[in-house]
Structures are given as C-alpha cells and as structure tokens.
C-alpha cells in the first residue's frame, strides 16, 4: 500500500517514517510554497534514512491567508495548523492510498480532530495515519534518542525542511524581520542528519 | 526498553505488538480474574507470533463491581473501560518501563483520556503507548488482512483470550445465561491464530 508521509526533516515525522516502514510503502512528502528550497534538506534527509522523497506545491493563497492569520493574532498555531490541513489534503489528493503525517499525542498544533480524519479519508478514498497519536513526548524523545541522529538549535540557524520556513521568510517579506520575531520567539527547531 | 502490552489474543492487540516489536523489549501481557484460564490461548498465539507472554492477575473486587456496573447498564461499555483501566494499572505497577494497549482511533470503549494517559505515566514512571491510536478502522483491518490469520466467529465459540470472557462467566453465574445475552448482544469476537 502506497502511503505518502507529511516530511518536515525533523524528529516526528523521520520517527513516524520508520514507524510505517514495515507495513507501508512509504514516500516522504515535503510542503512547498516554491518560496525556498529548503525542502532540498528534506530530501538529503529522506535519502540519508533511505525513503523515497516528493515534493507537493501548496497554492500561493495558502500562504497570504496562513501569514495573514498569524500576523492578526501574533502567534503562529491557527496558521500553522491551516497550512498542514492543506498540505494534507493536497498529499490525499494525489495517487497514494494512504496519507500520515508526524504529529505526537501531546501536540497543540497541528491538531486533527476524528471528524477531520475521518472527513479526509472519506473524501478522498485515502486512510488517514498518525504513527505517533499514541506516543508522548518521554516515549517518543527515548525513541528518537535510540534511532535518528539530531541537531538541535535557533530556527534561524536550523532550517526546517517544510513550509514553515517559508511562511517565517513570506511573514519577513510582506513585514519585517520583527514580525518575525513577534509570531516565532525563541522558536527551538531540530533537524535530522541519519539514522543512528 | 521494556513494554508490557496488555493482549486479548485479537487482532488489534496483535497488530498493535507488531507495530512495536522493532523499537521495544515487547511482552504480552493477558489480564486474568483466575477465573477461567482463556489466557492459555493468548499464550499459544504469543509463542505463534514469536512474543514473551505473562499473565496478571486482577483483583477480584474489580470484577465485581464491573459486573454490577454491566448489570445496571444494561451493556458492558462502562463495566468494560473500569476493567482496562485496573488492568493498566496493574501492568503499571509492575517492572516494564513502558505499558501499552491496542486501543484503535475509532475506539469507544476502552478509551483513555490524554489526562488519564499522563497520569498514569506520572504515577507509575512510565511511558504509556496505544500504537493504534492513529489508525482507523480502515486502516486496521488492510494491516491486519496483510499481516494476521485470523478467526471471526460469535463470542461463544471463539472465546476472547482476556478478561471480557471471565466477565461473561461471572455475568451467568451471578445471575443467568439471559443476562449474558442481554449484557452482550449479538457479540463478535476475532482470534489470530498466527503471521500470515
């Protein structure tokens, strides 16, 4: 079964990877507003873990609403969460037959309800997977720690692979490098390198 | 590290303990009242599936008041999640550093809270994992249909492994066979009886 993995580069969604490699043919599936190419990360990443890699475009209307969003309110979760929505039904819309993205029990954002899975899987004939809805984050950080290699830093110093450094690079763009700031303080990102 | 996955012998909790067997010390772990030793099939499909089996005896005290609760009810849901929850506990308590279940997405029964899950590990210093809780139904049974042997049948003839058919015989001889058919309508139960 084809499946297509929601791909930022970081710890979640390399260990959701690994987690479905066993029962899923899996393809790892970076975001992309074509902004940056900060998904070249991701597929240096894919490839060191050794899963087959694309890149899926989001609409530019995706973006201006998402950077929109995150100006009115300050803080990055509601934009976040409406670029993951889209990114997820862009991926179900494609030819897998399986779609799953990295998102951990005790996550705030990205959230999918039941209703939304359910939702996405009826509309487009696709399961919806979440390998780590039932890991907290002790479980996952032992398991990370056990097999993938990590660095760990400043978001500026850190890309992430997928389109969240592209809506910190449009937020800079339409604004200021302090709006910036403003929506992401001290944003602490981690980047996978290898498999342990 | 070592898990203690509470096991049924079906086939979420089967499914559940392939999902893991790559990153956890996994063993199996039945729940038992001494009342009937329907954990001797759980033993049988463990060794078939290649897994460490044990069994942990609950308190009596927890199956009579699920009993009562049943009978008040009118249906097992209730009486049911009290006795997962007890049997958790009890897996818990013992030396596994983490405690799993096949709980599924779609799941009513059992069901536990993201408070309840931090609570338990709070209390225990554990990790508490529901491999499944990210898979639908759907997805399920494809994995289980690539994975498992399984038998499907009524709950009479294919006795489930763990405490649900201790409760139905505690259900008969606390009250009668009615009772059980009024608790448990038309009850379907799966039982794996290897690896495809």
Known sequence: MDLGLLYSGGKDSSLAALLLEDFYDVTLVTAT???????????????????DFE?????????????????????PRNGIQQVHIAALEAVAGTAFDAVADGTRRDDRVPSVSRAQAQSLEDRHGVEYIVPLAGFGR????ALVEETLD????????????????????????????????DVFPDHTQTYVTGLR
């Open 55 to 75: 890149t899926v475009e989001l609409d530019d209307a995706v973006a201006a609403e998402a950077v929109d969003r995150m100006m009115a309110d300050g803080y």
């Open 138 to 141: 002790g479980a996952v950080d």
């Open 33 to 51: 507003f074509g902004v940056l190419d900060a998904h070249e990360h991701a597929r240096e990443t894919a490839a060191e873990l050794g899963f």
């Open 150 to 181: 990590v660095t760990t830093g400043p978001s500026e110093e850190i890309p992430k692979a997928d389109y969240e450094t592209e809506l910190r690079t449009l937020l800079a763009r339409e604004h200021d490098e302090d709006a910036v700031a």
